[in-house]
T-cell receptor
Framework: TQLLEQSPQFLSIQEGENLTVYCNSS?????LQWYRQEPGEGPVLLVT?????EVKKLKRLTFQFGDARKDSSLHITAAQPGDTGLYLC?????????FGAGTILRVKS | GAVVSQHPSWVICKSGTSVKIECRSL??????MFWYRQFPKKSLMLMAT?????????EQGVEKDKFLINHASLTLSTLTVTSAHPEDSSFYIC????????????FGPGTRLTVT
Protein backbone atom coordinates (compact mmCIF):
# COMPACT_ATOMS: atom_id res chain seq x y z
CA THR A 1 0.00 0.00 0.00
CA GLN A 2 1.14 3.49 -0.83
CA LEU A 3 1.95 5.61 2.21
CA LEU A 4 0.98 8.71 0.26
CA GLU A 5 -2.12 8.37 -1.90
CA GLN A 6 -2.09 10.79 -4.79
CA SER A 7 -5.10 11.45 -7.00
CA PRO A 8 -6.04 11.57 -9.73
CA GLN A 9 -3.41 9.46 -11.44
CA PHE A 10 -4.09 11.03 -14.80
CA LEU A 11 -5.76 14.28 -15.81
CA SER A 12 -6.36 15.59 -19.31
CA ILE A 13 -7.93 19.04 -19.52
CA GLN A 14 -8.35 21.97 -21.88
CA GLU A 15 -6.28 25.11 -21.62
CA GLY A 16 -7.90 27.58 -19.24
CA GLU A 17 -9.52 25.03 -16.96
CA ASN A 18 -8.80 24.71 -13.26
CA LEU A 19 -7.70 21.53 -11.54
CA THR A 20 -6.79 20.15 -8.14
CA VAL A 21 -4.44 17.31 -7.28
CA TYR A 22 -4.70 15.66 -3.90
CA CYS A 23 -2.16 13.94 -1.71
CA ASN A 24 -3.49 12.05 1.30
CA SER A 25 -2.02 9.92 4.04
CA SER A 26 -2.90 8.45 7.39
CA UNK A 27 0.54 9.46 8.63
CA UNK A 28 1.84 12.80 9.79
CA UNK A 29 4.69 14.39 7.89
CA UNK A 30 7.12 17.00 9.17
CA UNK A 31 6.95 18.65 5.77
CA LEU A 32 5.54 17.97 2.36
CA GLN A 33 6.98 18.89 -1.00
CA TRP A 34 5.50 19.17 -4.47
CA TYR A 35 7.58 18.49 -7.56
CA ARG A 36 7.00 18.75 -11.29
CA GLN A 37 8.84 16.47 -13.65
CA GLU A 38 9.07 16.50 -17.44
CA PRO A 39 9.96 13.39 -19.46
CA GLY A 40 13.66 12.57 -19.38
CA GLU A 41 14.41 15.07 -16.64
CA GLY A 42 14.69 15.06 -12.88
CA PRO A 43 11.93 16.39 -10.61
CA VAL A 44 11.98 20.12 -9.95
CA LEU A 45 10.90 21.34 -6.54
CA LEU A 46 7.87 23.62 -6.66
CA VAL A 47 7.19 24.21 -2.98
CA THR A 48 7.73 22.93 0.54
CA UNK A 49 4.97 23.26 3.13
CA UNK A 50 5.80 22.81 6.76
CA UNK A 51 3.07 24.25 8.97
CA UNK A 52 -0.37 22.67 9.34
CA UNK A 53 -2.94 24.79 7.51
CA GLU A 54 -0.27 26.56 5.51
CA VAL A 55 -1.19 27.95 2.09
CA LYS A 56 1.46 28.93 -0.44
CA LYS A 57 0.96 30.50 -3.83
CA LEU A 58 3.27 30.31 -6.80
CA LYS A 59 1.74 32.33 -9.64
CA ARG A 60 -1.25 30.20 -10.78
CA LEU A 61 -0.43 27.36 -8.39
CA THR A 62 -1.84 27.21 -4.87
CA PHE A 63 -0.55 24.66 -2.38
CA GLN A 64 -2.24 23.79 0.87
CA PHE A 65 -1.05 21.66 3.78
CA GLY A 66 -3.76 20.07 5.90
CA ASP A 67 -4.20 21.17 9.51
CA ALA A 68 -3.10 17.74 10.74
CA ARG A 69 -0.15 17.66 8.31
CA LYS A 70 -1.43 14.42 6.76
CA ASP A 71 -2.65 15.73 3.45
CA SER A 72 -2.00 18.39 0.86
CA SER A 73 -3.47 19.75 -2.33
CA LEU A 74 -2.20 21.51 -5.41
CA HIS A 75 -4.63 23.75 -7.27
CA ILE A 76 -3.82 25.16 -10.69
CA THR A 77 -5.87 28.03 -12.04
CA ALA A 78 -6.30 28.58 -15.77
CA ALA A 79 -4.01 25.72 -16.77
CA GLN A 80 -1.61 26.26 -19.65
CA PRO A 81 -0.04 23.69 -22.01
CA GLY A 82 3.26 24.46 -20.30
CA ASP A 83 1.84 23.00 -17.08
CA THR A 84 1.86 19.55 -18.69
CA GLY A 85 3.99 17.11 -16.74
CA LEU A 86 4.16 14.62 -13.89
CA TYR A 87 3.33 16.15 -10.52
CA LEU A 88 4.68 14.40 -7.45
CA CYS A 89 4.01 14.98 -3.80
CA UNK A 90 6.55 13.79 -1.27
CA UNK A 91 6.42 13.71 2.49
CA UNK A 92 9.43 13.91 4.75
CA UNK A 93 9.69 11.02 7.18
CA UNK A 94 12.92 10.81 9.12
CA UNK A 95 15.82 10.72 6.73
CA UNK A 96 13.76 10.02 3.64
CA UNK A 97 11.19 11.41 1.25
CA UNK A 98 8.13 9.25 0.66
CA PHE A 99 6.68 9.86 -2.79
CA GLY A 100 3.12 9.62 -3.98
CA ALA A 101 2.38 7.69 -7.16
CA GLY A 102 2.25 10.88 -9.20
CA THR A 103 -0.33 12.67 -11.32
CA ILE A 104 0.20 12.92 -15.05
CA LEU A 105 -1.29 16.22 -16.21
CA ARG A 106 -1.91 16.97 -19.85
CA VAL A 107 -3.18 20.39 -20.82
CA LYS A 108 -4.48 20.61 -24.37
CA SER A 109 -4.48 23.85 -26.32
CA GLY B 1 19.23 27.41 -6.37
CA ALA B 2 21.24 24.31 -5.64
CA VAL B 3 22.38 22.33 -8.66
CA VAL B 4 22.90 18.61 -8.90
CA SER B 5 24.42 17.05 -11.98
CA GLN B 6 24.50 13.48 -13.20
CA HIS B 7 26.80 11.84 -15.67
CA PRO B 8 26.20 10.32 -18.08
CA SER B 9 22.74 11.51 -19.05
CA TRP B 10 22.19 8.32 -20.99
CA VAL B 11 24.12 5.11 -21.50
CA ILE B 12 23.67 1.93 -23.49
CA CYS B 13 25.58 -1.13 -22.39
CA LYS B 14 25.69 -4.82 -23.15
CA SER B 15 24.30 -7.41 -20.80
CA GLY B 16 26.89 -8.54 -18.29
CA THR B 17 28.89 -5.35 -18.20
CA SER B 18 29.02 -2.79 -15.38
CA VAL B 19 28.00 0.84 -15.58
CA LYS B 20 28.94 3.70 -13.26
CA ILE B 21 26.73 6.75 -12.81
CA GLU B 22 28.04 9.87 -11.09
CA CYS B 23 26.04 12.34 -9.04
CA ARG B 24 27.59 15.67 -8.09
CA SER B 25 26.36 18.59 -6.03
CA LEU B 26 27.85 21.57 -7.83
CA UNK B 27 27.39 24.48 -5.45
CA UNK B 28 26.82 22.93 -2.06
CA UNK B 29 28.08 20.14 0.14
CA UNK B 30 25.74 17.19 0.35
CA UNK B 31 25.96 15.26 3.57
CA UNK B 32 23.36 12.84 2.26
CA MET B 33 22.65 11.65 -1.25
CA PHE B 34 19.83 9.43 -2.43
CA TRP B 35 19.48 7.15 -5.43
CA TYR B 36 16.11 6.53 -7.03
CA ARG B 37 14.84 4.41 -9.86
CA GLN B 38 11.91 5.42 -12.00
CA PHE B 39 9.89 3.45 -14.53
CA PRO B 40 8.01 5.19 -17.37
CA LYS B 41 5.13 7.35 -16.13
CA LYS B 42 5.65 6.09 -12.60
CA SER B 43 6.82 7.67 -9.38
CA LEU B 44 10.29 7.52 -7.91
CA MET B 45 11.37 4.44 -6.00
CA LEU B 46 14.07 4.99 -3.41
CA MET B 47 16.92 2.52 -3.83
CA ALA B 48 19.39 3.65 -1.21
CA THR B 49 20.57 6.46 1.01
CA UNK B 50 24.24 7.29 1.24
CA UNK B 51 26.04 9.44 3.76
CA UNK B 52 29.51 10.75 3.07
CA UNK B 53 32.17 8.42 4.38
CA UNK B 54 29.87 5.61 5.45
CA UNK B 55 28.14 2.62 3.90
CA UNK B 56 24.92 3.17 2.02
CA UNK B 57 21.60 2.08 3.48
CA UNK B 58 19.61 0.08 0.95
CA GLU B 59 15.84 -0.19 0.76
CA GLN B 60 14.21 -3.56 1.11
CA GLY B 61 14.45 -5.59 -2.07
CA VAL B 62 17.40 -3.68 -3.52
CA GLU B 63 20.49 -5.86 -4.00
CA LYS B 64 23.46 -4.07 -2.49
CA ASP B 65 25.94 -6.27 -4.37
CA LYS B 66 24.33 -5.38 -7.66
CA PHE B 67 23.91 -1.66 -7.06
CA LEU B 68 27.17 -0.47 -5.54
CA ILE B 69 27.05 2.99 -4.02
CA ASN B 70 30.05 5.05 -3.01
CA HIS B 71 29.87 8.48 -1.38
CA ALA B 72 33.53 9.34 -1.06
CA SER B 73 33.19 13.10 -0.79
CA LEU B 74 30.64 15.73 0.14
CA THR B 75 30.02 16.52 -3.51
CA LEU B 76 30.16 13.15 -5.24
CA SER B 77 28.27 9.89 -5.04
CA THR B 78 28.45 7.07 -7.55
CA LEU B 79 26.10 4.22 -8.40
CA THR B 80 27.58 1.22 -10.18
CA VAL B 81 25.20 -1.26 -11.74
CA THR B 82 27.19 -4.49 -11.82
CA SER B 83 26.61 -7.31 -14.31
CA ALA B 84 23.77 -5.38 -15.85
CA HIS B 85 20.79 -7.18 -17.36
CA PRO B 86 17.98 -5.87 -19.57
CA GLU B 87 15.66 -5.68 -16.56
CA ASP B 88 18.03 -3.11 -15.04
CA SER B 89 17.13 -0.73 -17.85
CA SER B 90 15.53 2.27 -16.22
CA PHE B 91 15.80 5.96 -15.42
CA TYR B 92 18.10 6.46 -12.42
CA ILE B 93 17.87 9.73 -10.51
CA CYS B 94 20.01 10.97 -7.65
CA UNK B 95 19.25 13.69 -5.18
CA UNK B 96 21.41 15.55 -2.71
CA UNK B 97 20.56 17.17 0.57
CA UNK B 98 22.44 20.00 2.16
CA UNK B 99 22.56 19.91 5.91
CA UNK B 100 20.45 17.77 8.21
CA UNK B 101 16.96 16.32 8.06
CA UNK B 102 15.34 19.73 7.56
CA UNK B 103 17.32 20.37 4.39
CA UNK B 104 15.61 20.15 1.03
CA UNK B 105 16.50 17.53 -1.53
CA UNK B 106 17.65 18.69 -4.93
CA PHE B 107 17.39 16.25 -7.81
CA GLY B 108 19.74 15.54 -10.64
CA PRO B 109 18.53 15.37 -14.26
CA GLY B 110 18.59 11.59 -14.30
CA THR B 111 20.45 8.93 -16.25
CA ARG B 112 18.71 6.73 -18.78
CA LEU B 113 20.26 3.25 -18.73
CA THR B 114 19.51 0.80 -21.50
CA VAL B 115 20.95 -2.70 -21.27
CA THR B 116 20.90 -4.67 -24.51
Amino acid sequence: TQLLEQSPQFLSIQEGENLTVYCNSSSVFSSLQWYRQEPGEGPVLLVTVVTGGEVKKLKRLTFQFGDARKDSSLHITAAQPGDTGLYLCAGARGNKLVFGAGTILRVKS
Amino acid sequence: GAVVSQHPSWVICKSGTSVKIECRSLDFQATTMFWYRQFPKKSLMLMATSNEGSKATYEQGVEKDKFLINHASLTLSTLTVTSAHPEDSSFYICSAREGGLAGEQYFGPGTRLTVT
